[in-house]
């Protein structure tokens, strides 16, 4: 009796553990059902800009770092901006950056959008955030941020869904990557992403930096995108191998004018 | 660069329309834009600093080829000199990135060879043939706006081509 009542007693722990294991994760995002019923992010993204002289309005960049950059970093900075006032901007090289044009990007909080295409593809368990110029970031959901992650490209990346925002966490970012300008993002900088669709084809980006190294606090900015699902990919590259306006040994600007190898006579 | 139809050299006698001087707001926005294009190393991959962006200019010639390619599409066009009929400089004027252009319209087909353009653009500060492209007018008068993102393009689009046959 006690035998059959232990054998039964196994089985049914079994029986309910399988079960267990057998029944979706109930949290968006986890399965592919419930990825239908999330937000429609698919498509291309690209930065909403005005054609018609839009540039200035990614100043909202520079503006969310500027006044919060540590005194000798705002010097430095300061001076850069009093450079191009004049009219004096100078070749990176000159200012000790050496563009590393081939190297893997490196994300310091900008997704792209700008000469490159933003994609959000949803796998169950997993955002992935990719761009034409070669960003991937992998935001693994429900996973909590590991408080020694190491450094790398991309960071580490975490993600849920409150609602219909996508809140994604990153840490564990290359100090070396550059914010802005010359300055690097230094170490254990930490940022928050909220991604939510506006309107059925704007999509923004409200994030906030947090970068001890560098800021006095936290930096927010949001950014805004347009959907283009007609959009087939086109590799970006800054590669300067590819460039004719970087010299690809010393990095230095230049413009090289020479000739195509096929291009045609001049007109008779 | 000049060129005729067997040979190649490298002297220069460029003919070029007036240029134009930015407005005192079209310089701070040119200069907003640079400072914005500084802001990440993603936005952009050069500064810019080998044009004179404080001016731009015109040329008319023919369609040589357009390298349509990252990061930075190129236009190349023949331009005929003014004192020896028959003798061509060739320019060279970089544009927007491939993607950037797609984005208003343009086609790798945009600008056919062999087609008779007149071409807005910044000029090299060192005073070799080429620049910045701003824009092409075809000979039908329409214009085709280069990477209007990039710094001073949509405010120099602005202006209208000198008359044919004008000086510098």
Same mark, same amino acid.
């Not at chain 1, 054998?7 to 309910?16: L, T």
């Not at chain 1, 979706?24 to 592919?32: C, E, H």
């Not at chain 1, 993204?45 to 919060?68: E, I, M």
């Not at chain 2, 950037?100 to 043939?129: A, I």
């Given at each position: 009796?006690?035998?059959?009542?232990? =054998?039964?007693?196994?089985?049914?722990? =079994?029986?309910?553990?399988?079960?267990?294991?057998?029944?979706?994760?109930?949290?968006?995002?986890?399965?592919?059902?419930?990825?239908?019923?999330?937000? @429609?992010?698919?498509?291309?993204? *690209?930065?909403?800009?005005?054609?018609?002289?839009?540039?200035?309005?990614?100043?909202?960049?520079?503006?969310?770092?500027?006044?919060?950059?540590?005194?000798?970093?705002?010097?430095?900075?300061?001076?850069?901006?009093?450079?191009?006032?004049?009219?004096?901007?100078?070749?990176?090289?000159?200012?000790?950056?050496?563009?590393?044009?081939?190297?893997?990007?490196?994300?310091?909080?900008?997704?792209?959008?700008?000469?490159?295409?933003?994609?959000?593809?949803?796998?169950?368990?997993?955002?992935?955030?990719?761009?034409?110029?070669?960003?991937?970031?992998?935001?693994?959901?429900?996973? &909590?941020?590991?408080?020694?992650?190491?450094?790398?490209?991309?960071?580490?990346?975490?993600?849920?869904? %409150?609602?219909?925002?996508?809140?994604?966490?990153?840490?564990?970012?290359?100090? @070396?990557?550059?914010?802005?300008? #010359?300055?690097?993002?230094?170490?254990?900088?930490?940022?928050?992403?909220?991604?939510?669709?506006?309107?059925?084809?704007?999509? %923004?980006?409200?994030?906030?930096?947090?970068?001890?190294?560098?800021?006095?606090?936290?930096?927010?900015?949001?950014?805004?995108?347009?959907?283009?699902? %007609?959009?087939?990919?086109?590799?970006?590259?800054?590669?300067?191998?590819?460039?004719?306006?970087?010299?690809?040994?010393?990095?230095?600007?230049?413009?090289?004018?020479? &000739?195509?190898?096929?291009?045609?006579?001049?007109?008779? | 660069?000049?060129?005729?139809?067997?040979?190649?050299?490298?002297?220069?006698? &460029?003919?070029?329309?007036?240029?134009?001087?930015?407005?005192?707001?079209?310089?701070?926005?040119?200069?907003?834009?640079?400072?914005?294009?500084?802001?990440?190393?993603?936005?952009?991959?050069?500064?810019?600093?080998?044009?004179?962006?404080?001016?731009?200019?015109?040329? %008319?010639?023919?369609?040589?080829?357009?390298?349509?390619?990252? &990061?930075?599409?190129? =236009?190349?066009? *023949?331009?005929?000199?003014? @004192?020896?009929?028959?003798?061509?400089?060739?320019?060279?004027?970089?544009?927007?990135?491939?993607?950037?252009?797609?984005?208003?319209?343009?086609?790798?087909?945009?600008?056919?060879?062999?087609?008779?353009?007149?071409?807005?653009?910044?000029?090299?500060?060192?005073?070799?043939?080429?620049?910045?492209?701003?824009?092409?007018?075809?000979?039908?008068?329409?214009?085709?706006?280069?990477?209007?993102?990039?710094?001073?393009?949509? #405010?120099?689009?602005?202006?209208?081509?000198?008359?044919?046959?004008?000086?510098?």
């Amino acid at each position: 009796m006690n035998r059959a009542f232990a =054998v039964a007693i196994a089985v049914g722990f =079994v029986s309910s553990a399988a079960c267990a294991a057998d029944k979706p994760d109930a949290r968006p995002g986890m399965t592919y059902a419930s990825i239908e019923h999330l937000p @429609d992010f698919s498509g291309w993204w *690209y930065l909403d800009l005005d054609p018609n002289g839009g540039f200035q309005s990614l100043g909202v960049v520079f503006t969310a770092f500027a006044p919060l950059l540590k005194p000798e970093l705002a010097k430095q900075f300061n001076s850069f901006l009093a450079e191009a006032q004049a009219g004096a901007l100078v070749d990176p090289v000159d200012r000790g950056v050496r563009p590393d044009h081939c190297k893997p990007m490196v994300f310091t909080g900008f997704n792209g959008g700008f000469e490159d295409n933003v994609e959000l593809l949803f796998t169950p368990g997993r955002v992935t955030i990719t761009s034409e110029l070669g960003l991937l970031r992998r935001v693994y959901l429900y996973r &909590p941020l590991p408080a020694d992650a190491d450094a790398s490209s991309m960071g580490t990346s975490v993600g849920h869904w %409150e609602g219909s925002t996508l809140v994604v966490e990153t840490a564990g970012l290359d100090p @070396d990557g550059i914010l802005m300008t #010359d300055i690097k993002i230094g170490r254990n900088a930490h940022i928050v992403e909220r991604i939510s669709l506006k309107d059925k084809d704007r999509l %923004e980006i409200a994030r906030e930096l947090v970068a001890p190294d560098v800021l006095t606090g936290p930096s927010n900015m949001t950014l805004a995108f347009r959907r283009d699902r %007609e959009h087939v990919f086109h590799e970006a590259s800054h590669c300067a191998h590819d460039d004719r306006s970087v010299d690809p040994e010393t990095a230095r600007e230049r413009f090289d004018l020479t &000739p195509p190898a096929d291009l045609p006579p001049p007109p008779h | 660069m000049s060129l005729d139809s067997t040979a190649a050299s490298f002297d220069r006698a &460029p003919r070029l329309a007036p240029s134009v001087r930015p407005s005192a707001i079209a310089r701070r926005a040119l200069w907003l834009a640079f400072v914005c294009l500084w802001a990440s190393p993603a936005l952009a991959h050069h500064s810019y600093s080998m044009f004179d962006m404080t001016k731009s200019v015109f040329v %008319e010639g023919t369609v040589a080829k357009v390298e349509w390619v990252n &990061p930075h599409t190129f =236009v190349w066009l *023949y331009v005929e000199k003014a @004192d020896t009929p028959g003798k061509y400089d060739l320019y060279a004027f970089e544009n927007g990135p491939i993607n950037m252009l797609t984005r208003t319209g343009w086609t790798k087909d945009s600008l056919r060879v062999g087609e008779k353009v007149t071409v807005q653009y910044f000029p090299l500060k060192d005073g070799k043939t080429g620049g910045s492209f701003v824009k092409a007018i075809h000979s039908d008068g329409t214009e085709l706006v280069g990477d209007k993102f990039a710094p001073g393009v949509a #405010d120099a689009a602005k202006a209208a081509a000198p008359k044919a046959g004008a000086s510098q």
